[in-house]
């Protein structure tokens, strides 16, 4: 299997947030930041370079909300793809954090 | 009454877009608020109970909805786009943010991309300007003359321009700045390419034909034709005689002398130089038979 490219901090979070669930990009902003202990920020033109790549490479999709009160509003949704890159990125950072433990 | 809208025609090179975001970071401070920016002139609002913070993206936005909606969920207002794909957001300024509040690229990647796509566009047309500086270096060592040059002083300055952009994206140092102004390029730019077509068209651009069936009076000489040269340069004559009998053609300054001369029943020149100082010339044939000239002088 080719190995994938390590991700960018956004590109992480944005997945990572995506997992819980659909969200929009304040809402992944705001999660990331609360995640990462506010650490991690995701400015607005980060966050639309990231979700327009990764709609492009089909690891999420753009759906609009039926929540009452939140009709239309569009959403960022995991696909598989996206989950499995996801987790193969997880794969890769604990691989590395338990080289660290054998130093 | 004070003016209450202004324009300004400050414009600046794609590589000083955080030059340009510091402006109207002070104009805001000012009072003076960015309403439409524009590649060459922008127009501003006088407000001065509100200070913004702005910001520039580059990039070709496929569906503007989704594009504008990221930005304000984050609180920040679209201004508008100039047709070069420039966009341009603000945000009111609080003064208990913190500076990186008021980023738009948190990440070192996002931020490369951007330069990237700038840099990209920067190196195309600057490498577009230096084929160009090749071919017409190729022509001017076949043929050297004054407009050809020109031309490739200007290509060879917008190329260096603009490659020096693309580098500038590519490598940031601190610092590092002799800014150019756009509007002096542009009207050197513009001198150059004019220039070249002013100096083109000074030039004799002389194409002209005579056929005879036959001499009435013997061995005339005859005044068949007649150009000035505005400037001193390198021309080209192209030259194709032929005759039933000896046929002389000669070209002459105003003192009289020939600067070419060639005879016989047939002869042929193809973009021979000459070297012609600026003057009245005359083109005269001296022949006792029926001929066919074609001739020109570039």
């Known amino acids: ?103 | 009454m004070a003016k209450n809208r202004k324009t300004s025609w400050r414009s600046y090179f794609a590589w000083d877009y955080e030059k340009e975001t510091e402006d109207l970071n002070l104009a805001s401070e000012q009072g003076w608020q960015l309403v439409k920016a524009g590649l060459f002139h922008s127009r501003f609002e006088k407000n001065p109970n509100v200070r913004y913070r702005y910001q520039l993206d580059f990039r070709e936005v496929k569906g503007m909805g989704r594009y504008i909606e990221t930005f304000r969920e984050q609180g920040w207002e679209y201004v508008n786009s100039t047709w070069n794909n420039w966009h341009y957001f603000r945000k009111p300024w609080d003064p208990a943010l913190p500076e990186e509040a008021y980023e738009i690229f948190t990440d070192r990647e996002s931020l490369e991309e951007m330069r990237g796509r700038l840099a990209k566009l920067l190196l195309i047309v600057g490498f577009g300007a230096l084929a160009a500086v090749i071919t017409e270096s190729i022509e001017c060592i076949q043929q050297p003359n004054l407009p050809n040059l020109l031309r490739i002083l200007f290509f060879l300055l917008e190329s260096c321009c603009l490659l020096r952009g693309a580098w500038i994206l590519k490598y940031p140092r601190p610092r590092q700045h002799w800014r150019g102004s756009v509007a002096a390029f542009l009207v050197l730019l513009m001198l150059g390419f004019l220039g070249s077509q002013w100096l083109h068209a000074m030039r004799p651009g002389l194409h002209c034909s005579t056929q005879a069936e036959s001499i009435s009076a013997p061995a005339a000489e005859v005044q068949w034709t007649d150009f000035d040269i505005k400037y001193p340069d390198n021309y080209f004559l192209d030259l194709d005689v032929t005759s039933n009998q000896p046929i002389i053609f000669t070209i002459q300054n105003e003192a009289g002398e020939s600067v070419y001369t060639q005879s016989g029943t047939s002869f042929r020149e193809e973009d021979l130089l000459l070297h012609l100082p600026t003057g009245h010339y005359t083109i005269y044939l001296h022949c006792e038979a029926g001929y066919q000239i074609d001739c020109s002088l570039n």
Do not use: F
């Not at chain 1, 997945?15 to 400015?43: F, P, W």
């Open chain 1, 1 to 103: 299997m080719k190995r994938s490219e390590p991700m960018s901090e956004s590109y992480y979070y944005i997945l990572l947030c995506l997992a819980r669930g659909a969200n929009h990009g304040y809402g992944i902003m705001q999660m990331t930041e609360k995640l990462s202990g506010g650490d991690v920020t995701i400015g607005s033109g980060t966050m639309y370079g990231a979700t327009s790549n990764m709609m492009k490479k089909g690891w999420i999709r753009e759906i609009l909300s039926d929540e009452p009160g939140q009709e239309r509003r569009r959403l960022y949704q995991l696909t598989d793809e996206g989950r499995a890159a996801l987790r193969a990125e997880i794969v890769r950072l604990q691989r590395m954090l338990a080289n660290a433990g054998e130093v």
